[in-house]
């Protein structure tokens, strides 16, 4: 796909790798729709990026009706979407046995929940899209290691992004022949401020970058239309 003028949203796009990937899509061209709970934090991305690039989308991934407003509103505008990654996320560290019951639902509802509903908006208009052109569009899913690996103290956000990961495979099948794909990105250790919001108070000592992961989202999403790449693992080499 050239990404020149294309319709992408991304989600949890105020921070972190999100922001860096709808950076790194509109340097290419492309029309972003960015989607956080963060207005200011979006506005002021907007402001860096430019208002012809950048579009901010103030709305929770956990409510459906936030996303289907969301996704209505691209609709509205652009009249296509283009490109879908699900990057918004988060994590509660903690044993099983002293994690509240809030912290394992926000996990639930935001990493699963989340992919499942921005999904589940964005499909038909893809759909439609497949019906006039052959191919519909590309969903990324931001997982991340830990829905390969088991670790102790991350029960929760284990079992959220193995739920990431076994919704992907299953959509990839389902709506291949709907030409949409559907990739599942696995990143490891990467330097964000994600370990200071999970509680974990650290991470690996020589971490991937969040240009790194966005890289390696560019090279997925201009790939062929008949050529799909479903899942990435990538590491720091020397962690």
Wanted: hydrophobic share 40%.
């Amino acid at each position: 796909m050239q990404l020149t003028d294309k319709i992408t949203l991304v989600t949890g796009a105020s921070s972190g790798i999100g922001q860096t990937i709808a950076r790194h899509l509109a340097e290419e061209g492309a029309t972003v729709y960015g989607l956080a709970r963060s207005t200011g934090k979006l506005e002021a991305f907007r402001d860096e990026i430019g208002a012809e690039r950048f579009r901010p989308l103030t709305g929770d991934v956990r409510d459906d009706v936030s996303v289907q407003e969301a996704v209505d509103q691209i609709e509205n505008e652009a009249g296509r979407l283009d490109v879908l990654v699900n990057n918004a996320g988060l994590a509660q560290f903690g044993d099983v046995d002293e994690q509240s019951l809030e912290e394992w639902n926000v996990q639930m509802e935001t990493n699963v929940r989340g992919v499942f509903l921005c999904t589940r908006a964005a499909v038909p208009l893809m759909k439609r899209q497949n019906d006039e052109s052959g191919f519909g569009g590309h969903i990324v899913n931001i997982a991340s290691i830990a829905g390969l690996v088991s670790n102790p103290g991350m029960s929760g956000y284990n079992a959220s992004k193995h739920g990431v990961r076994g919704f992907s495979k299953a959509a990839m099948k389902e709506l291949r022949s709907d030409g949409i794909k559907v990739s599942c990105v696995y990143p490891g250790s990467v330097q964000t401020n994600f370990s200071d919001v999970a509680g974990s108070g650290g991470g690996a000592g020589n971490p991937m970058q969040a240009d790194d992961v966005a890289a390696t989202v560019l090279h997925l999403l201009r790939t062929p239309d008949n050529y799909l790449i479903s899942e990435v693992v990538m590491r720091p080499l020397r962690p």
